[in-house]
C-alpha cells in the first residue's frame, strides 16, 4: 500500500527502469522514508486511539473479557457528582494556570527584553523550572507546602502575618490554588521565553517611530508591541492549553487528586479508576471525556494557523 | 544627576523585577539542594530557622546511593533517555524531509497526521496502552517505555525538523543530483550537515522529554529494578505516609544533574527548538 500510490509519479524522463531508477522517484524514495514512521505512529497512537474508544463501550475489567456495554459507561458518568467535580475542577486549573502563565510569562519577557550584561544566563536559569522532570521539582514543593514543617508558614508566621500555618495540601480550596501555583511556576518560563522571542523580532525603529510621534511607554506597548506578537501569544497559549489539560504527573504527585476528589482532573480520575481499581471501560470512558473540548481547541488551533 | 536617574528607572523596570521572577523560579531548587544536606535533627524541628543549613551533612545521599535502588534508576532512566532520543531523531528525520522537500501523493493527509499525533495527550491513549503492553508481554520491561516514548517524541521532532529542511535552498540538493548524487545522498550529504543545529535541537528536546516522562513509566515499571528516576522517587522514598525528605531531595537534586548538564551545554539549541514552533510560523 505504501508503494501503491507512487506509481502515479512520473517516470523521470531519458532514465532507463531500473530498480535504482524506481528508487529515485519521489513518489518511491519518500514513502519508502515515511513508512518506518507512519506505520509506528499508526501502531502506538492511532491503534491505542480508537481501541480505547472501544474499550469505553465495554465493561471491562483487568484480566478478564469485556462485555459491550453500549454508551452504559458515559451514561453512568453523567449521573456521577464526583464527573462533574473532575470537569469543573479541570476547567478551574486549565483555566487560573493560563492567565497566570500568561500575564507572568508577557511580564518576564518584558523585563528580558532589555539589554544588560548575563541575560543569556538569566534566561538559561529561568528556563530551569521548565526543562527539570516535573515529578522531581514537584518533591521540592511538596516539602515546600509541608504541614508541619513548610517553610512557607515559617515565613508567614515569623512575619507576623498570620498567627498559624495553614495546611496547604489538607483543604480543598488551597490544594487547588497550591496546584495552579506549582503548575504556574513550572509553564511560566515557556511563555517568558518564547515570547521573548518574538519581541527580539521587533524592529527598534518601530519603537523609536511611535516615541518620535509621542507614544508613552503603555501606548507603544498598546499600539506597537501587542499586535506584533498577537500571532505567538495566541499560539503559545493554544500549546500551553492543550497540554494542561492533559497534565498528570503534577497532579499525580502533589495531591493525589486530594483531599476527597478535590484536586482531581480527568487524567488522574482516570488513572484511579483504569488503574489502581482496574475498571478498563469505564477509565477510558473518563479519559474520552477531555475529548470535545480538545478537538474543539485543535481545530480552532489548525484554523488559526491555516489563516496566518 | 541624570545618571542617579538612569540608574533608578533601570532598577525599577530591570534589575527588580529581575530579580523577583530568579529568586520566585530557582528557590525550590535552593530548596532542594539545602534539605537534601541538612541531617534529620534540623529538617524535623520546626523551631530552627529553615533557611539555612546550620550542620551540613551528606547522609542522605549515602543512604540513597546504598539503601535504594537509586544507581539502577538512574541507570534505566539514561538507557530510555538515549535509545528513544536516537530512534525518535532518527524516524522524525525520515518522516520531516520527504514532507518537507518532495512533492508526492498523501503528503498533505501524513503532515496533518504528524501534527494531529503531536496534540494527542497521553492520558487519551494511556489505558488502552496499558492493555496493549500487557498482551504484548511487555509488563515491567524497560522495552514497554522504548516502544512508547518515541510516540512522543517522534511527532515534535518530525514537525520540528520540517521547518528546519524547508529553509534549505532547492538549488543545492539539485546541484548534487545534477552531479550524479541519489536521492539518499543528497539527503545525507547536503542537506543534513546543514541542518545539525535542528537535529541537535530535536535530540535535546526528546532527550529531557524523555527524561521527564512519568505516566507510562508508572503504568508499566512496577518493579524497583526497571523503574525510572522520577517512578522510583515517588514510589518507593514515599513509603505510605512517611517521607524521607532529605534522601527525596537528594534524589530530586541527582535526578535532575544529568538534564541540567545537556542543557547547559545546548541551550541555545533548546531555546530554539522551543520557539521553533510558535515564532518562526
Excluded at chain 1, 56 to 80: C, H, I, K, Y
Excluded at chain 1, 252 to 279: Q, R
Excluded at chain 2, 82 to 87: G, H, R
Amino acid at each position: 500500500m505504501a508503494v501503491g500510490p507512487a506509481s502515479l509519479a512520473h517516470p523521470v524522463a531519458g532514465r532507463p527502469f531500473t530498480l535504482k531508477g524506481v528508487l529515485e522517484r519521489e513518489g518511491v524514495f519518500s514513502w519508502l522514508m515515511l513508512s518506518p514512521g507512519v506505520l509506528f505512529l499508526l501502531a502506538f497512537i492511532a491503534y491505542p486511539f480508537f481501541y480505547g474508544i472501544f474499550l469505553s463501550l465495554e465493561d471491562r475489567r483487568v484480566a478478564s473479557p469485556g462485555v459491550f456495554v453500549g454508551l452504559a459507561n458515559f451514561q453512568t458518568l453523567m449521573g456521577d457528582a464526583v464527573f462533574w467535580q473532575v470537569t469543573r475542577n479541570t476547567f478551574v486549573y486549565v483555566a487560573a494556570t493560563t492567565v497566570l502563565k500568561l500575564a507572568g510569562g508577557l511580564g518576564m519577557a518584558l523585563v528580558m527584553n532589555q539589554r544588560f550584561r548575563g541575560r543569556n544566563l538569566a534566561r538559561a536559569f529561568l528556563l530551569l523550572p521548565f526543562i527539570v522532570p516535573t515529578a522531581l521539582s514537584t518533591v521540592a514543593w511538596m516539602w515546600i507546602l509541608d504541614p508541619t514543617f513548610s517553610v512557607v508558614n515559617w515565613l508567614l508566621v515569623h512575619t507576623g502575618v498570620v498567627a498559624k500555618g495553614y495546611s496547604f495540601l489538607g483543604n480543598a480550596t488551597l490544594a487547588m490554588g497550591s496546584l495552579i501555583v506549582v503548575n504556574t511556576w513550572r509553564g511560566m518560563p515557556f511563555y517568558g521565553i518564547t515570547l521573548l522571542a518574538g519581541l527580539q523580532t521587533i524592529s527598534p525603529d518601530l519603537y523609536e517611530a511611535a516615541s518620535i510621534d509621542g507614544a508613552t511607554t503603555t501606548q507603544r506597548f498598546r499600539y506597537v508591541t501587542l499586535p506584533i506578537i498577537k500571532p505567538v501569544l495566541i499560539i503559545v497559549t493554544m500549546f500551553s492549553v492543550i497540554f494542561t489539560f492533559g497534565d498528570f504527573q503534577l497532579i499525580y504527585a502533589l495531591t493525589h487528586g486530594g483531599p476527597a476528589n478535590a484536586t482531581h482532573v480527568f487524567s488522574t480520575w482516570a488513572f484511579d479508576i483504569g488503574m489502581s481499581a482496574g475498571l478498563l471501560g469505564m477509565g477510558a470512558a473518563v479519559a474520552l471525556a477531555i475529548l470535545p473540548a480538545l478537538a474543539a481547541l485543535i481545530v480552532a488551533l489548525t484554523i488559526y494557523l491555516r489563516r496566518e | 544627576m541624570v545618571d542617579g536617574r538612569d540608574f533608578l528607572g533601570r532598577l525599577r523596570r530591570l534589575y527588580l523585577p529581575l530579580a523577583v521572577f530568579l529568586v520566585l523560579m530557582l528557590f525550590p531548587f535552593y530548596w532542594m539542594l539545602i534539605t537534601s544536606i541538612k541531617p534529620n535533627r534540623e529538617l524535623y524541628n520546626a523551631r530552627i530557622m529553615p533557611l539555612i543549613v546550620h550542620q551540613p551533612t551528606l547522609k542522605h545521599y549515602i543512604d540513597l546511593l546504598y539503601e535504594t535502588n537509586f544507581l539502577t534508576w538512574t541507570y534505566n532512566t539514561l538507557l530510555v533517555a538515549v535509545v528513544t532520543t536516537l530512534v525518535s531523531v532518527v524516524l522524525g528525520t525520515m518522516m520531516a524531509y520527504p514532507l518537507a522537500r518532495m512533492r508526492f501523493p498523501g503528503a498533505a493527509v501524513v503532515a496533518i497526521g504528524v501534527a494531529a499525533t503531536y496534540l494527542v495527550p497521553q492520558p487519551l491513549l494511556f489505558i488502552p496502552m496499558s492493555d496493549i503492553i500487557n498482551r504484548l508481554d511487555l509488563g515491567n520491561t524497560l522495552t514497554a517505555v522504548m516502544l512508547t516514548y518515541p510516540t512522543l517524541l517522534i511527532p515534535f521532532s518530525a514537525w520540528l525538523l520540517m521547518g528546519y529542511f524547508k529553509s534549505v535552498p532547492r538549488e543545492l540538493e539539485e546541484a548534487a543530483r545534477i552531479d550524479g548524487a541519489s536521492r539518499l545522498q543528497a539527503m545525507t550529504r547536503i542537506v543534513l550537515p546543514l541542518c545539525t543545529p535542528g537535529l541537535l535541537s530535536a535530540g535535546i528536546f526528546s532527550f529531557t522529554l524523555a527524561q521527564n516522562e512519568f505516566l507510562y513509566a508508572l503504568i508499566f515499571l512496577a518493579k524497583s529494578e526497571v523503574r525510572t528516576v522520577p517512578v522510583g522517587a515517588i514510589t518507593e522514598l514515599i513509603r505510605g505516609d512517611v517521607f524521607y525528605w532529605g534522601q527525596l531531595m537528594a534524589a530530586a537534586l541527582l535526578g535532575s544533574v544529568p538534564v541540567a548538564i545537556i542543557y547547559s551545554f545546548f541551550v541555545e539549541y533548546y531555546v530554539a527548538g522551543l520557539t521553533a514552533g510558535s515564532v518562526k510560523n
